[in-house]
Structures are given as structure tokens and as C-alpha cells.
């Protein structure tokens, strides 16, 4: 479980970077569909590592 949060922490910290924040969508834009698409994306990487949580405690419980 260590090395499952190692991973990650470096995983979040390189996608909350100034340097990946700071970046311009040609295809999006900037406006509302931009960070409506942000607010999906990053609920989807949440729900992701929540589902891969609950799997890895339920897959060790048995």
C-alpha cells in the first residue's frame, strides 16, 4: 500500500504543476466547455482511483 501511494502522490504532483495549469486549449477554448471538461476529466481520474481502492481492500479481504 506504500508503494501504491508513492505513486500517487508523484502522480498528482505532476498533474497539478503550474506548468500543466498554466496551459491553453485550441480546441476547447477557454471558456466554460474548457472547465467543464476539467471538472469531468479530474472526477473521472477521482472515481477511477476510488474504484481501484475499493477493489485492491475487497481483492485483500478475501
Known sequence: MKTIM????????V???TAALAH???GLGEGMLHATF???FWFV???VIY???M???SRNKK
Open 15 to 17: 498533474f497539478t504543476s
Open 45 to 47: 481520474v477521482f472515481a
Open 6 to 13: 508513492i505513486f500517487l502522490s508523484a502522480l498528482i504532483t
Open 51 to 53: 474504484k481501484a481502492t
Open 38 to 40: 476539467h471538472i469531468v
Open 24 to 26: 491553453t486549449d485550441h
Open 55 to 57: 477493489w485492491y481492500r
